[in-house]
């Protein structure tokens, strides 16, 4: 009894180091995939850091592109072409993306909720590319002429399953109870969805919205479909508008080193625009903003 006894808690305390050493493994393999994720992050930030930040002077933010082969000058156009485009979007996006989230929530169901939401699902896997070439041919070629406000849908189309996704899984969130408390008061359903439960999931919403928004400011492929491109200085948006991806890729595929380096300047502020959304959103998200508990 006692041999017996012997190995059996030999073979456990075995089998408890292979457990063990094995957790270690696991455990350090994750922690390497882990950081080299981050390493990847950390390297590009930091090297569009390198070679944009030295070339970023104030007539990069002031001053519009010089003609062929001169040295000098900025992305005024772009920058403000980027936010005009972004706003008219967002304007479109936003909205649209919320009502249909909302739907999704608080009165999709059967076969037609399934297909809105299984379509919301494609356009967010659609290649952007792709959203480009059918603004063009919807507005572009009708209009013969490429616009600020053909770029403002097809961001606008890339917005809205983003943010009508967040929205419905935000609000599935809210407890029924809270719904069933409104509707006992008499109050209207569609004032309880407005006012109740849409209220308060607004921090979280905010949360989808500016994550939609750093998604369509980096977007070069549907611009190039739609937009184009403007050397000049252009705010009429039934006019080709400059933006900054556009001009990015525009300096960076030049032959003149000027413009490589104006291309990583523009890349930094690219970046840093987005990473100041990320930030933002993380202060948005932070636990007890927007909660209907608060």
Not at 27 to 51: D, E, K, N, R
Not at 158 to 166: D, E, F, G, H, S
Not at 257 to 274: K, M, P, T, Y
Request: aromatic share 10%; net charge positive; with cysteine.
């Amino acid at each position: 009894m006692t041999t017996l006894r012997k190995q059996i808690g030999d073979f456990t305390r075995l089998r408890y180091k292979r457990r063990k050493t094995l957790s270690l493994w696991m455990t350090f393999l994750l922690s390497l995939a882990a950081i080299s994720a981050c390493a990847a992050l950390f390297a590009v930030f930091g090297y569009v850091i390198i070679q944009g930040v030295p070339h970023l002077t104030l007539s990069f933010f002031t001053g519009l592109p010089k003609p062929v082969g001169e040295v000098g000058g900025g992305m005024l156009n772009a920058l403000v072409g980027s936010v005009l485009m972004v706003f008219l979007a967002s304007v479109v996006g936003i909205p649209w993306g919320i009502a249909t989230g909302m739907y999704l929530s608080e009165y999709g169901r059967g076969r037609f909720a399934f297909c809105v939401r299984f379509c919301s699902d494609m356009l967010s896997s659609v290649p952007s590319i792709v959203i480009g070439l059918f603004v063009y041919v919807l507005m572009v070629k009708p209009m013969h002429r490429f616009s600020g406000l053909a770029g403002s849908l097809a961001l606008a189309l890339i917005m809205v399953p983003i943010v009508a996704r967040n929205t419905e899984e935000l609000l599935k969130l809210v407890p029924q109870h809270i719904r069933e408390a409104g509707l006992a008061l008499g109050i209207p359903r569609w004032k309880v969805t407005l006012w109740i439960v849409l209220r308060g999931s607004l921090g979280g919403i905010t949360t989808g919205v500016m994550l939609g928004i750093a998604r369509i400011a980096g977007e070069t492929a549907p611009l190039l479909f739609t937009a184009l491109n403007n050397r000049f200085f252009s705010i009429a948006p039934d006019q080709p508008m400059a933006s900054l991806p556009v001009q990015i890729y525009t300096y960076a595929i030049a032959p003149f080193e000027d413009w490589n380096r104006q291309a990583w300047s523009g890349a930094f502020v690219l970046i840093l625009f987005v990473f100041m959304l990320n930030i933002v959103t993380r202060i948005v998200l932070r636990p007890g903003r927007g909660s209907v508990r608060d």
